[in-house]
C-alpha cells in the first residue's frame, strides 16, 4: 500500500485486481468464495485505516459503480434462463412452494430458537 | 411467437446437447399432430414453413413465418444465444460480487454481533438444506441424495448488508434513541442498553447476560458440531450418489 504513493486509481486498479487473483490462488485450496470474502472483509478494514478518507471515499464510489457490472451479471443470467423455462410445468411451482416454505420454516426455527436461547 | 429463429445459427456440440435434453418435452409436445394447439389455418402455415422448422423444433423455439418478423434475428441473436458458458460466469462475475460485498461491510461495525451471524451463517445453512432436501424428496418424490443435493446447491446463506439494519428492525418503535449511542451496540440487551458493563445489575440484566455468556460458550462447540456433521452428512451424499444414484 506505501509502495502505490497514495495514487489513487493505483489503489483502485489493485482493488479490482484483487478479487481475481484471491480466487485463482484459492482454487488451488477449493475455498474459492470463502477465500474472497475474507480477502474482501481484510481488505476493507485495511483500506478504512490505511488510506487517505477521499481516496476510500473514490474507491467505494468506483465499486458502487462496479454494480452496474453486476447487474450486466444478472441480466445476461436472466437471459439464459428462458431456455430452462421451455420444460416447466405447474408442478414444478408446487416443488417450488414446497421448498421455499421448508427454508423459511427451517430459518424461522434456528432464529427464535437457536438465537434467542 | 417468438421471433427469434436459430436455425443458423452454429452452435458447440455440449450445448445443442443440452438444449436438446432440455426441450425434451417440447419436443415430444410436437410430434402430435397439431403442436401447439392451433386452429386450421396456424396449422396449415405451420405445415407450409415444416421443412424450415425441423431443426427449430429440434432446439424447442418456434420460428417466425413471415421474413418481416425475423429481420432482427443477427442483432438479437448474440443476446439471446449468449456466447457464455456457467463457468465463466462463475470465473469472471462471482469474484466481483463477492468481494464487493465484503468490501463495502465494514468488520468493526458488525464484530460485535458476531454469535449470531455465525450461527445464522453456519447452523442456519445446515438447517435449511437439511429441510428443503427432506421436503423436497417428499413432495417430488425424487431419491433423498439428490434432494439433499440440490438443497446443498440452492442455499443461499443469509448476508444482510449490515447488522444494523437487522438490529432496528428487532428494536421496538418508539424506543429510546441511547440505544444508539453506539453504532455497534443497537441490539438490546448491548452495552448502549445497560450502560457498561460494570453498571449491569437488577435481575433482568444479569439473566440476559448469562444468556449471552452461556450462548457465547456453547458456539464453539456447536460450529464444530456443525461443520463436522455437514462435512460427513457432504461425503456420505457424494458416496451415495456415486456408488447408487450414477451406479
Known amino acids: ?117 | 411467437m417468438p421471433i427469434i429463429s436459430p436455425a443458423s445459427v452454429k452452435k458447440p456440440a455440449f450445448d445443442n446437447r443440452c438444449e436438446h435434453h432440455l426441450s425434451y418435452r417440447r419436443l415430444s409436445g410436437s410430434r402430435q399432430r397439431d403442436p401447439a394447439g392451433r386452429g386450421a389455418v396456424a396449422s396449415a402455415v405451420h405445415r407450409a414453413a415444416r421443412g424450415r422448422r425441423r431443426c427449430d423444433r429440434r432446439r424447442g423455439v418456434v420460428s417466425a413465418v413471415h421474413p418481416l418478423t425475423s429481420a432482427f434475428d443477427d442483432i438479437v441473436r448474440p443476446v439471446v444465444n449468449l456466447p457464455f458458458n456457467a463457468s465463466i460466469f462463475l470465473v469472471v462475475f462471482l469474484p466481483l460480487l463477492l468481494f464487493h460485498a465484503a468490501l463495502t461491510l465494514d468488520v468493526r461495525e458488525i464484530a460485535p454481533d458476531w454469535a449470531p451471524i455465525l450461527t445464522l451463517a453456519i447452523v442456519a445453512v445446515f438447517a435449511a438444506a437439511a429441510a428443503i432436501g427432506f421436503s423436497v424428496s417428499y413432495a417430488a418424490g425424487i431419491p433423498l441424495t439428490v434432494a439433499l443435493l440440490l438443497a446443498r446447491s440452492s442455499r443461499r446463506p443469509i448476508r444482510r448488508r449490515s447488522w444494523r439494519s437487522f438490529a432496528s428492525w428487532a428494536r421496538p418503535p418508539g424506543s429510546p434513541d441511547c440505544w444508539r449511542a453506539k453504532a455497534s451496540s443497537t441490539m438490546p440487551g448491548n452495552r448502549a442498553l445497560f450502560g457498561s458493563r460494570r453498571h449491569a445489575h437488577g435481575r433482568r440484566a444479569s439473566r440476559l447476560w448469562g444468556r449471552r455468556r452461556a450462548l457465547r460458550r456453547s458456539l464453539p462447540r456447536r460450529v464444530v458440531l456443525g461443520v463436522a456433521g455437514g462435512r460427513s452428512l457432504a461425503r456420505s451424499c457424494r458416496f451415495s450418489v456415486d456408488r447408487v444414484w450414477l451406479r
Open chain 1, 1 to 117: 500500500m506505501p509502495i502505490l504513493g497514495g495514487s489513487r486509481l493505483a489503489e483502485v486498479t489493485l482493488s479490482v485486481a484483487l478479487p481475481y487473483i484471491v480466487y485463482l490462488l484459492a482454487s488451488w485450496l477449493r475455498c474459492r468464495g470463502r477465500a474472497v470474502v475474507s480477502a474482501g472483509l481484510t481488505a476493507g478494514a485495511i483500506g478504512r485505516v490505511r488510506l487517505a478518507p477521499d481516496n476510500w471515499r473514490y474507491l467505494e464510489r468506483v465499486w458502487g459503480n462496479r454494480l452496474l457490472g453486476e447487474l450486466l451479471d444478472f441480466v445476461s443470467a436472466s437471459t439464459l434462463v428462458p431456455r430452462l423455462l421451455t420444460g416447466v410445468s405447474w408442478e414444478h411451482l408446487w416443488f417450488l412452494l414446497v421448498a421455499i416454505a421448508a427454508a423459511l420454516a427451517s430459518r424461522a426455527a434456528v432464529l427464535f430458537g437457536c438465537c434467542r436461547r
